[in-house]
């Protein structure tokens, strides 16, 4: 086991984690709907999420990889088959190609394990299967009921809540989307012909998933490598392969000064990684490179928390704080909300951790990000209220002006 405890060791392990994800190049995957497609098919997956008080995170994610990405490239994408909705360790969009390793969890629901729902109504189930077959797509909206609608998804009518049931089974998929809206359509409709549908065994599923994390993360830890993962056997099963491949020395590992303990491809640290350069990222909070909140402190020394779970009086940066990626740090957060009414993006504070890095350099390089990312919003304007330490504030707000 190699010890990585120098700050240039570290800043090593730094840059081969944000390569791997597509953080370190202006376009590693392309642009446009092709570069979408891509950096599905590399990060494995994309987390949806239903937040809105900036660009919906699975938009977002794609955004600070693919120039030239529109939010609507995702729906082609699934209409075109390129890839499918379904649960990773969240809801996500995952790729097509992948499509064999839903199963076992598909199968596990349909035994009996619960996802959201302890009672199934099998009769309703079994009469939206029937119409969906005979009448085609179907959303919930489009069906009839008595039933009162009260607020909170655990609340969600009778019909809404079999056919969400249906597709976590696997009977039914999401063929389109528009926005939150989903169509529903039957598995066989919505599956490409050439998809491979075999059930994995427990080995295949392990090589998979160790081969999908080192492949979008670089180095992972044993717990991040089957993050949020309930299947003790899953979990088994990759331990004993990563302990295989380290017997065989086609993996390594490396120990940080946290004492965090990360597995990667051997000879991974002898591979050429891209330079450092002087763009910063506005990273949504459900971020790949970020989701693994103790891989992140252990590895980047970030302390985060989506504060939007939190109770206002305890909240530290605000509703919804956004990660700044800068020369392979995270110098800081945003918490900011897209007034899309008026078409503008307020920034409420800026908050800067502590680094010893140029203040007029990153001032910067913050309004050379923040300029696209509210175009990405939909937004003409942008205002600063705060920044933190305070004295940055009316520079920030002074460099802003312009596009306020």
């Given amino acids: ?55 919906r995170a699975h938009h977002h994610v794609i955004h600070s990889r693919v120039p030239q990405f529109k939010p609507e490239m995702t729906n082609q994408l699934l209409l075109n088959g390129d890839i499918f909705e379904y649960w990773a360790h969240a809801a996500a969009f995952l790729p097509m190609a992948d499509f064999r390793f839903s199963l076992p969890y598909k199968q596990a629901i349909k035994s009996g394990q619960t996802h959201w729902y302890r009672e199934r109504d099998q009769t309703l189930m079994g009469e939206l299967l029937a119409r969906i077959r005979s009448d085609g797509p179907l959303r919930s909206r489009d069906i009839e009921t008595k039933a009162k609608k009260r607020a909170g998804w655990w ?80 979990r088994q099963a990759v331990k004993d392969l990563v302990q295989e491949k380290l017997a065989l020395g086609e993996l390594e590992q490396v120990k940080v000064s946290s004492g965090e303990v990360f597995v990667m491809d051997a000879g991974a640290l002898e591979r050429p990684v891209p330079r450092l350069n002087q763009r910063m990222l506005i990273l949504s909070p459900f971020d790949n490179a970020v989701i693994q909140r103790d891989r992140l402190k252990s590895l980047f020394d970030y302390d985060y928390q989506i504060e939007c779970y939190v109770p206002e009086a305890k909240r530290q940066f605000g509703y919804f704080c956004l990660p700044l990626l800068y020369r392979g740090a995270f110098v800081g957060r945003i918490d900011c909300k897209a007034h899309r009414s008026i078409r503008h993006l307020e920034v409420k504070a800026l908050h800067l951790e502590q680094h010893k890095m140029d203040e007029a350099q990153l001032i910067t390089a913050f309004v050379a990000a923040i300029l696209p990312f509210s175009q990405f919003q939909a937004c003409d304007s942008v205002s600063l209220t705060a920044a933190y330490p305070e004295h940055l504030t009316q520079r920030f707000q002074a460099a802003l002006k312009p596009l306020g």
């Fill in 1 to 55: 086991m190699i010890e990585f405890k120098s700050k240039q060791d570290i800043a090593r392990l730094r840059r081969l984690a944000l390569a791997a994800q597509g953080l370190s190049q202006a376009k590693p995957y392309g642009t446009g709907l092709a570069g979408a497609r891509k950096a599905i098919e590399h990060l494995g997956y994309v987390q949806i999420d239903t937040i809105a008080v900036v660009e």
């Fill in 155 to 234: 609340d969600w009518k009778p019909a809404k809540k079999a056919l969400e049931q249906l597709y976590m089974e696997g009977d039914l998929m999401v063929s389109s989307r528009e926005g939150f809206q989903k169509t529903y359509d039957l598995t066989e409709r919505v599956l490409p012909a050439h998809v491979n549908t075999q059930m994995p065994d427990m080995a295949e599923f392990a090589a998979h998933l160790l081969d999908r994390q080192l492949r979008g993360h670089g180095l992972m830890s044993m717990k991040g490598l089957t993050y949020l993962r309930r299947s003790t056997d899953l």
